[in-house]
């Protein structure tokens, strides 16, 4: 496994003019997810915003009974001549003179005091609640941003073609809808609260500091050009050791989620060791990885953290220099560095935002990323809503080729292909499907059989010629129209881990009790469903573990036939089922067959005898087509493998 190599990148795009910038655009479609919630972002910030000033009143107040109340005459002149804050503290108390009864004594050192406390503490109640609020609304933002995300990638998922899911695993698509869409939320509450919360209450720590003590306020920001290169030159390190990081972990989480969905293979061959081997060697890999972007983080904070104890102590030093020469009161230091230290808490997370803001940014590139990738099989704005069909099949000179993977297109461009080309599965096959026939596809593997019953439901478009229903083209009609009337039970059946009934119901959620009893009973799964302990009501476990194959299989066939449709597809329907229960399946099948046009695929020729034709393939080329007595009789390809299996089931 290439651990750090997306999948998702693969393809080339072709486009004129200098390449847009990914970044800047992902960005922008990622603010149109947020913008419908500014109202809450600007109420998280506001609240962040007291949360952060609101400290600084603390600071002042020291400063104001240092220098006013328990301060010599020399400090309290000098704060009355150059302290805004001090004016504006002394203006408070003046007016709360008259507002308050006179057992306070406002005008007396112990009644400002008193008042100063009393107020103070209003404001941290004050304080106190803004906490919850800017967690609190932060945080319904981001989640209310993800949660539209994540369920616009998951629609635009589900209407990607088979392709895209041929050529990806599952954990790697996984971990696009999870992981990333996880990381792209804190840019929500890093970039669209922080940064304005943080730049409001430096704006209000520089206005008051500068008000106090031009020269110390000057001295504080002797490092800030230092924390503004450390964010450049760490920041774009950051940015793409997070990006392999989350690759690397959309590779990692798709080889584990293959190897536990597979366990029995790996059981089978005794492999556990070989596989626990292979997994701590991409474990480490991505350990490695991770660390690296651990050290980058780490730099960038320990850097951060140093350049903010140097500030304090040259503000520290500055400041008892201007004192000695009695340039500054002693409540104007103390003040000083207790507001610097709140200064440099927003920078400090200015710093921090940084990593975790290109961590975002790489996540949202990801993420949109996907959303670029349009299905190769794509329903017309004007397209036709099928009623209920006859369910004639015409296949008109149709070649088929496995798309390379769903193409990209930017700005309206189309995707690239690939120089090498597809190599072709189906060639020039011509067959007309009647109401109501059984048709059965026959011939070794790699005949393109199942390539054919795949075109039916326009899983894939033809390379050339067309598929046409009822003498319309599939490429002009309702894919949910077309795909409603269609039922498949394909050679893999496939269970979700719900119960009995919810698979059952899967593909008609509101059939009636009886009719959900009905097909049961026709498809022969009706008595064992309720020997179950809890009946229909039973969990099957992950893809119906608890069924055994003939089980799983017979429950897919009552699934289809539940839906009624009227094109019936059987890819190997009875291949997992003993002879007994193939024999039950097979009277099921006659009767339910009736009425429908039913394409069977069949390797066993014992089980299509009856059919109404039989389409003989090999290589994708139609080499003849009859019934079972007229194949037969031609002594070509059918009769070889008809006498072939005749013979091994004859020595078995």
């Known amino acids: 496994m290439q651990i750090g190599t997306s999948k998702f990148n693969k393809l080339q795009v072709w486009h004129e003019g200098p390449p847009p910038d990914p970044a800047r655009k992902s960005l922008r479609r990622f603010l149109r997810y947020v913008y419908p919630y500014m109202g809450l972002i600007t109420g998280a910030t506001f609240c962040g915003v007291l949360k952060f000033i609101m400290p600084s009143t603390m600071a002042l107040s020291v400063k104001y009974l240092t220098d006013r109340l328990a301060g010599d005459k020399l400090s309290a002149a000098h704060a009355t001549r150059s302290d805004a804050v001090a004016n504006v503290l002394d203006r408070y108390t003046a007016w709360m003179t008259h507002q308050l009864p006179?057992?306070?004594?406002?005008?007396?050192?112990?009644?400002?005091?008193?008042?100063?406390?009393?107020?103070?503490?209003?404001?941290?109640?004050?304080?106190?609640?803004?906490l919850y609020f800017r967690s609190y609304l932060s945080q319904l933002a981001g989640h209310r941003v993800i949660l539209d995300l994540r369920t616009d990638l998951y629609q635009h998922?589900?209407?990607?073609?088979?392709?895209?899911?041929?050529?990806?695993?599952?954990g790697g698509i996984v971990s696009r809808l999870m992981s990333d869409i996880a990381l792209a939320q804190n840019f929500v509450g890093s970039a669209m609260t922080n940064i304005w919360m943080d730049l409001a209450t430096c704006i209000f720590y520089?206005?008051?500091?500068?008000?106090?003590?031009?020269?110390?306020?000057?001295?504080?920001?002797?490092?800030?050009?230092?924390?503004?290169?450390?964010?450049?030159?760490?920041?774009?390190?950051?940015?793409?050791s997070s990006r392999a990081v989350q690759e690397a972990m959309e590779e990692f989480s798709g080889d584990v989620q293959e190897r536990v969905s597979g366990f029995h293979v790996v059981k089978a061959f005794a492999a556990e060791q070989r596989e626990a081997r292979s997994f701590f060697g991409n474990a480490r890999q991505l350990f490695h990885l991770t660390m690296q972007n651990v050290k980058t983080t780490a730099l960038a904070n320990t850097i951060v953290q140093w350049l903010t104890q140097m500030a304090t102590l040259g503000l520290i030093w500055f400041g008892g220099y201007r004192l000695?020469?009695?340039?500054?009161?002693?409540?104007?230091?103390?003040?000083?560095?207790?507001?610097?230290?709140?200064?440099?808490?927003?920078?400090?997370r200015i710093s921090e935002m940084n990593t975790i803001l290109h961590n975002s940014l790489a996540a949202i590139e990801r993420v949109f990323e996907v959303f670029d990738i349009h299905p190769d099989v794509r329903e017309k704005p004007n397209a036709i809503r099928l009623t209920r069909?006859?369910?004639?099949?015409?296949?008109?000179?149709?070649?088929?080729?496995?798309?390379?993977?769903?193409?990209?297109?930017?700005?309206?461009?189309?995707?690239?292909?690939?120089?090498?080309?597809?190599?072709?599965?189906?060639?020039?096959?011509?067959?007309?499907?009647?109401?109501?026939?059984?048709?059965?596809?026959v011939g070794p593997s790699g005949a393109g059989k199942t390539t054919i019953v795949q075109l039916v439901p326009r899983f894939f478009d033809p390379s050339g010629g067309r598929v046409l229903i009822d003498g319309i083209d599939l490429r002009d009609v309702n894919l949910r129209s077309l795909r409603s009337q269609i039922g498949m039970v394909a050679q893999e059946t496939l269970l979700f881990s719900g119960t009995a009934r919810d698979n059952l119901l899967?593909?008609?959620?509101?059939?009636?009790?009886?009719?959900?009893?009905?097909?049961?009973?026709?498809?022969?799964?009706?008595?064992?469903?309720a020997e179950l302990p809890d009946?229909?009501?039973?969990l099957l476990g992950e893809r119906g573990a608890k069924l055994s194959g003939g089980q799983k299989q017979r429950v897919a066939i009552a699934r289809a036939f539940l839906c009624n449709p009227r094109i019936l597809i059987l890819d190997e329907a009875t291949s997992a089922l003993d002879s007994e229960s193939e024999q039950l399946i097979q009277d099921a099948l006659a009767r339910l067959m009736k009425n429908r046009t039913n394409i069977v695929i069949a390797h066993r020729l014992s089980t299509i005898l009856n059919a109404d034709r039989i389409v003989v393939l090999d290589q994708g080329r139609v080499l003849d087509v009859?019934?079972?007595?007229?194949?037969?009789?031609?002594?070509?390809?059918?009769?070889?493998?008809?006498?072939?299996?005749?013979?091994?089931?004859?020595?078995?």
């Not at 306070?104 to 803004?130: C, K």
């Not at 000695?324 to 400090?348: C, D, K, Q």
């Not at 120089?419 to 067959?431: C, D, K, T």
Request: glycine share 10%; net charge neutral; hydrophobic share 45%.
């Open 506 to 529: 899967y593909g008609r959620p509101d059939a009636t009790e009886e009719e959900l009893i009905a097909a049961s009973r026709a498809a022969r799964v009706h008595d064992f469903l």
């Open 324 to 348: 000695y020469l009695g340039y500054t009161s002693p409540g104007t230091v103390v003040a000083f560095i207790m507001l610097v230290r709140e200064l440099y808490m927003p920078i400090n």
């Open 626 to 652: 009859g019934n079972h007595v007229e194949l037969l009789a031609r002594g070509g390809l059918y009769a070889r493998l008809y006498h072939t299996q005749f013979r091994t089931a004859k020595a078995g």
């Open 206 to 240: 520089f206005y008051v500091l500068f008000s106090m003590d031009l020269p110390l306020a000057l001295a504080s920001l002797i490092v800030f050009p230092f924390y503004i290169l450390s964010m450049r030159t760490l920041g774009v390190r950051s940015k793409k």
């Open 389 to 441: 069909l006859q369910g004639r099949m015409t296949f008109e000179n149709v070649s088929f080729a496995y798309p390379l993977g769903e193409g990209v297109a930017i700005d309206g461009a189309p995707a690239a292909t690939d120089a090498a080309s597809p190599r072709m599965v189906l060639h020039g096959i011509s067959l007309d499907i009647q109401p109501g026939e059984i048709i059965a596809l």
């Open 535 to 538: 009946g229909y009501d039973t």
């Open 157 to 170: 998922i589900t209407r990607m073609g088979h392709s895209f899911f041929q050529t990806r695993q599952s």
């Open 102 to 130: 006179a057992s306070w004594h406002i005008e007396g050192q112990w009644g400002t005091f008193n008042v100063l406390m009393v107020t103070l503490a209003v404001l941290y109640a004050i304080w106190g609640v803004s």
